[in-house]
C-alpha cells in the first residue's frame, strides 16, 4: 500500500507542474527580454528549450536524467532506451487529445465545394511532403552507407516520420528498425531526428515570423486579439456556463471519451493485423479525427432528432483546450531530447537536419503560392510547422499571426487528416520493406510523389494543356 507522502503518488503530478512553471516563466522572460518579445518564438518553445538546459545540466551535476529522479517518481537510474520515457508518452497522448479537441468542433464555415478542394489539397501537400522527405534522406541514407561501412541503408526515411509526424512515429519507426533490422540505436536516432525537427519548425518559423513582421502583417493582426465579444464564447442554444455541470467539463469528458472510443477502436483493427499494432497506435492522433468526426455526426443527428435540446460543445472552450494539450505536447517534446544521443551518426543527422528543413521551406512555399493565394501566409505557418516539428508547431506559428484563427489553415489542418491517411497508407506498406529493398523503394517513393504533385497541380497541369489546344481548335 502505498504512502500519501511517496514519490509514486506525486511524481506525474510533479512532472506536470514542472512543465507549466517552465512554460509561464518563459513567457515572464519573453514578455521581459526585447531581443526574445521581438524573435517571436513560441513561448512553449522556449519553456521547452529553458527545461532542457536545467536538465543537461543537472545531468552533468549529478550523473542523473532530471526526469529520472525521485522527485518525478522515477527511480534514479540512467536514462533506459528500451522504455518510452513518461514525458515522451505525455507527448504522445497531447497531440491526439489537442487534434480531437479541434475536430469536435462545429465549424464556423460551411464546407463549399471550394473549400472541400483546398481541404484536399491540404492532405495531398501533407503526403507529397513527407514522400520529398523520405526521398531525400533515404537517398542521403544510401550515399552515406557506401563511405560508412556497416551503417544502416535505410536509417535515412526515418527524416519523414522525425520531421514529418513527430516524435512519436520517429521512435516508432526507430524501434522497428533496430528491433527487426539491427539498426544499433534506432530509438535514438529516430529521437534526435525529431529533436532536430523541433528546432527547424522553431527557428525556421520564427525567421519567417520575423520577415513577416518587417513587411508590417502583424499590426493589423494584433488588434483582432483585443476584441473578445460574449458571442466568440458563448453561442445561443449552448448549455448553461455553469449548470449543474461545468460546460468546461462537459468539454473534457467529450475529449476524453471520443479518445477512449479512439483506443477500442484501433484496439480493434489490431486485432485483424496482427504485427501492424505499432504502426496502428503509432497512428493515434488520426483515428482520434475520424473519432471525432463521427462523434460529431452523432451529435448532429441527436440535435436535429430533438434529443440533445442544447448545444453541447463550445468552440471557444475547445480552442482552449487544444491550445494547452499542444503547449504541453511541445514542452514535454523538446525537454525529452537527449542531446548525448547526438554523439551518434552526428554528421549523418546534421546533413539530414539541414536538408528536411531547407526542402520542406521551399516546397510549401511553392505550394501555397499557387493553390492557397488568399492566405498563403497561415498556410504556410501552420504546414512548415507540421511537417518539420508537428502539428502543434504549426498551429503555435499560426497563432502568432492568426491568433483568433480566421483564416481556414487551422480547419484544414485538422481536417485534411483523412485525404492524407489514404494517401499516405502506401508510404507506411513501403517504410516496412525499406531495409531490404533500399533502391526499389526509393524508386517507389519517387514514382508516388511525381504521381501526388500532378493531382496536387492538377488544374494547372491541365489547365495548360487545355490553352495549348485551343488555337488549333480555333483553327480548324
Known sequence: ??????????????????????MLF?????????????????????GGILLLIVAIVYEKITGIPLFNTQFFGGNGSFYDDTKISTLEIITYHSLALGFIASALKPSKRKFTKERNVEIFNTGITTVSSYLLQGILGLGISIIFALVASGFFKGAGVILCFGYGQGTGQALNWGGIYQNEYGFVGGRSFGLTIAALGFL???????????????KGLFEKKDLAVKNLYLS??????????????????????????????????????GSFASGLETTIFGFNFLFGVLMATLV?????????????????VNNFLMDRISGFFFDIMVIAGIAAIRIDILNQYWLMIIILGLVGALATYFYNRLIVK????????????????????????GVILLRELDPNFESPAQDNLVFQ??????????????????????????????????????????????KKRKNK???IENKE
Open 200 to 214: 527547424s519548425a522553431s527557428i525556421g518559423g520564427v525567421i519567417h515570423l520575423n520577415f513577416l513582421k518587417k
Open 417 to 462: 487528416q483523412i485525404p492524407a491517411i489514404i494517401f499516405g497508407f502506401p508510404l507506411m506498406l513501403i517504410a516496412n520493406i525499406i531495409p531490404e529493398h533500399e533502391i526499389t523503394c526509393l524508386c517507389l517513393l519517387v514514382g508516388l510523389f511525381v504521381v501526388l504533385n500532378i493531382i496536387l497541380f492538377r488544374s494547372f497541369i491541365f
Open 469 to 471: 489546344t485551343t488555337p
Open 296 to 312: 460529431k455526426v452523432v451529435i448532429n443527428f441527436l440535435t436535429k432528432k430533438k434529443i440533445l435540446k442544447k448545444q453541447y
Open 370 to 393: 499557387k493553390l492557397f493565394p488568399l492566405y498563403k501566409e497561415e498556410q504556410f505557418l501552420v504546414m512548415y510547422g507540421m511537417l518539420t516539428g508537428t502539428a502543434s508547431t
Open 26 to 46: 518563459a513567457n515572464f522572460i519573453k514578455k521581459s527580454v526585447k531581443f526574445l518579445k521581438n524573435s517571436l518564438i513560441p513561448t512553449s518553445v522556449l
Open 232 to 269: 466568440d464564447v458563448q453561442n445561443e442554444n449552448e448549455i448553461e456556463l455553469n449548470g449543474s455541470m461545468d460546460k468546461f467539463s462537459v468539454q473534457v469528458a467529450l475529449i476524453l471519451i471520443t479518445y477512449t472510443l479512439t483506443y477500442l477502436f484501433m484496439l480493434l483493427i
Open 1 to 22: 500500500m502505498e504512502n500519501f507522502w511517496d514519490f509514486n503518488l506525486w511524481g506525474l503530478l510533479n512532472l506536470f507542474s514542472v512543465l507549466l512553471l517552465s
